[in-house]
């Protein structure tokens, strides 16, 4: 069990000057994956046959604690959990309980995380005693038939239980879809209909070309979001909003419905000049760009250097090489940029 000292839950984190980068991006957000292991084997995500880490080669949980309090230290304010599906992780409640010390003392602006959704109906209630406020749930079809194809081993049921739940718990809810040409096209309108009935903000996702399996296969399924925003366009009126959550999404409002759609496009309008975020793996490697190589291992700075000093000069560094962006594209009928590494190991 994580142990988290009375003090440090009533006690700021000194924060020093700001992570920011070559491009002078102020970095405020971090994703941290807890685990690569996953109850469902998405096609676009993952190997139907994949061999998972060994436990001990994560982070244990009093790590991931250190690490994200260095970078809540050092100027992040919103801390994205995710997987693999985090929610698989045993005693991962203990370390949401860990990081809402940083929201009580007002370092941390943002706790949240991103989930199939399998596991939520048994943890929504947790995780709003812990601050969490608002939840991605990664959702696809409405289908069962069609859900059970796209997972491999997902069952729909459960996981609109665990929404329902989230719901009930007072967390708001946002669906992120992966747009798949001839696969969920025809979704588009009973989802957008669906999240208004339901109350949840809906984000379109652009297929990105990543992992081992199925490269060949991305650019048939590679739907431009330009196509489901002229579709949406030809039945509300979108009225393109300003705000921002802190990640790549572009958002439209519908007149009609007054709901919020968010559009992710990293090949068709990349996103690259405004990041602000990085992402650190189970294992501690620090990716300072989704579509590059070059990660920085924090895990040996972790457990050889036990003053913050030392965590923090590697954290500085591994910032001051972040990329200007990445290198997805379709464009000339093979996938460039491509990304051996599946989303479980980097983190969603």
């Known amino acids: 069990m994580l142990q988290t000292p009375d003090a440090f839950r009533t006690t700021a984190l000194p924060v020093c000057a700001p992570l920011t980068d070559s491009f002078c991006r102020k970095i405020r957000y971090l994703r941290v994956s807890v685990t690569d292991r996953c109850d469902f084997r998405c096609t676009y995500c993952m190997a139907d046959r994949v061999r998972f880490l060994p436990r001990k080669e994560l982070l244990s949980l009093e790590e991931l604690d250190r690490l994200c309090s260095a970078f809540v230290g050092l100027g992040v304010t919103k801390l994205r959990i995710t997987g693999g599906e985090p929610l698989v992780r045993r005693d991962i409640l203990e370390f949401f309980r860990a990081m809402s010390r940083h929201l009580e003392t007002g370092a941390l602006r943002e706790l949240t995380l991103t989930t199939n959704g399998s596991q939520l109906a048994r943890h929504a209630g947790a995780l709003a005693a812990c601050g969490v406020r608002r939840v991605n749930v990664s959702l696809d079809t409405l ?17 609109l239980e ?77 009225e393109p909003l300003t705000e921002s959550t802190g990640g790549p999404a572009r958002y439209v409002r519908l007149a009609e419905t007054g709901q ?26 620090l990716y300072t760009c989704l579509g590059q190589e070059g ?21 500085r560094a591994a910032i001051a090489r972040k990329p200007r962006g990445h290198d997805f594209d379709y464009s000339r009928g093979v996938p460039r940029g491509a990304m051996a590494r599946g989303m479980n190991h980097t983190g969603g």
């Open 295 to 315: 990660a920085t291992a924090l895990r040996p700075v972790l457990r050889g250097t036990p003053d913050a000093a030392g965590l923090e000069q590697a954290i």
């Open 260 to 285: 919020k759609i968010g559009f992710i496009t990293p090949l068709s309008h990349s996103f690259c000049e405004s990041c602000n975020r990085v992402r650190l793996t189970c294992t501690g490697d």
């Open 162 to 238: 665990g929404i329902r739940a989230a719901k009930a718990a007072g967390l708001r809810v946002k669906i992120n879809t992966v747009a798949l040409k001839g696969a969920t096209e025809d979704e588009l309108f009973p989802l957008v209909d669906w999240c208004a009935a339901e109350g949840h903000d809906l984000t379109f996702i652009e297929l990105m070309p990543m992992g081992e399996d199925g490269l060949e296969d991305r650019i048939a399924q590679y739907l431009p979001l330009s196509d489901l925003r002229r579709r949406l366009a030809g039945r509300f009126t979108l």
């Open 143 to 159: 289908d069962p038939g069609r859900f059970a194809t796209l997972t491999r081993r997902g069952q729909l049921a459960p996981v």
